[in-house]
């Protein structure tokens, strides 16, 4: 059964995907050279192994869509980076939490040749407080004499000790089997939210917004976490955040705090980042600085999180420097240069001192809802037979363009198709669009409508 072979996830881009399909999530841990990033490699196959192989390379997410045997999941790499020789214990406890905060199970890999070391007891003390299923895998057993090795680590009290060989592939099959197996009867309803329940946030804005500044404002002693491992060769670019007691995954978190968007010509590569950022995002939390006048790069930002299709929240921040002259001025451009977005909810805020920085949650949370929902065929269609009655199309060139059927076609954001006899004018969509959120809400996330004209 060692033969059969390990698939590589599909998915290289975006981890969205939003199959629904995947049964969870599994974290990788282990102290440094027990094989753990050889094992990721080898259930990933060789394409995600060339990207760990880069040195210098910045990863692009903590997560991977691998499947195993007709099951798909993800797989949560820990591995990869270097702690320092004194921040060992304390590197080692950070990514054991950070691992378990992320998954809903855990592969334990510890190394056979070498045998139990005081860090592997340490890490199983932790692993066992976070109530998380634990597989056991003993590496570098590289062959059936040495399947010995795995006896002595029937001591840490996690069941079978699985000896494998990330290496040569032994036996990581039935880890594999045994891991899935106890993410399936995990109690996944206790415990948080895991990466692929989490939602993800873009945090974007031109420079000096304050982006960085409310970043820690919100992490509060989540950041102490994070911090030890951002001193490793490649930083955790994504950063769960809780606010109000729910998780968020903020990404990117590691190319704001970089700080090279404002090295002189960086201004193309922040851009990219800021769209990267956006693309993997589900909600775009999009930063002004309120006290100064609005520049075009900061109505560019705001434009690709609206194009992308993300649900979005403006943040006027710097509210703390604000007098009545910045008021007035912001409060004139709110009503020109943002008029395409006033379905957005638009919290004012000071990073520096915190001051509101507690309403971002509702509001996020109102416009992810707005982005995820679904009206029924019936209620969309009796709604615009009743708006069309109200307020029908104008007549172009005598004949009155009518609206035969719409559907939503589907969400996140919301995508309305509108089958009519005509086309229908630009004011008069903007007029069902308003309608549409009267009725419905939306507040928070764009809505799309498209017509298709039947004659
Ligand atoms: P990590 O620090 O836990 O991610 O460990 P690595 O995956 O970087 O592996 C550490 C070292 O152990 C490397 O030199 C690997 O080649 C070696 N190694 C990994 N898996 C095996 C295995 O199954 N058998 C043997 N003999 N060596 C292995
Ligand atoms: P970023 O480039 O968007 O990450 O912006 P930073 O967080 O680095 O902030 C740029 C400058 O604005 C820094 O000097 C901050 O101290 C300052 N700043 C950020 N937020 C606020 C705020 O709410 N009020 C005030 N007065 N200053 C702020």
Redesign the pocket.
Known sequence: EEDRELIAGEDEGDADAGSGKQVGVIAVV?R???????LVNRILGRRAAVVEDTPGVTRDRVSYDAEWAGTDFKLVDT??WEADVEGIASAIASQAQVAVRLADAVIF?VDGQIGMTDTDERIVNMLRAAGKPVTLAV??V?DAQSEYLTAEFWKLGLGEPYGI????GRGVGELLDAALDSLKSADRTSGFLTPSHLRRVALVGRPNVGKSSLLNQLAHEERSVVNDLAGTTRDPVDEIISMDGQDWLFIDTAGIKRRQHKLSGAEYYSSLRTQAAIERAELALVLFDASQPIADQDLKVMSQAVDAGRAIVLVFNKWDLMDEFSRQRLERLWATEFNRVTWAERVNLSAKTGWHTNRLSRAMQTALESWDKRIPTGKLNAFLGRIQAAHPHPLRGGKQPRILFATQASTRPPRFVIFATGFLEHGYRRYLERQLREEFGFEGSPVQISVKVRE
Do not use: E, I, Y
């Open positions: 282990g440094p050279n027990v094989g753990k990033s050889t591995g990869g890999v590496n570098k590289d060989s990330a290496m040569h």
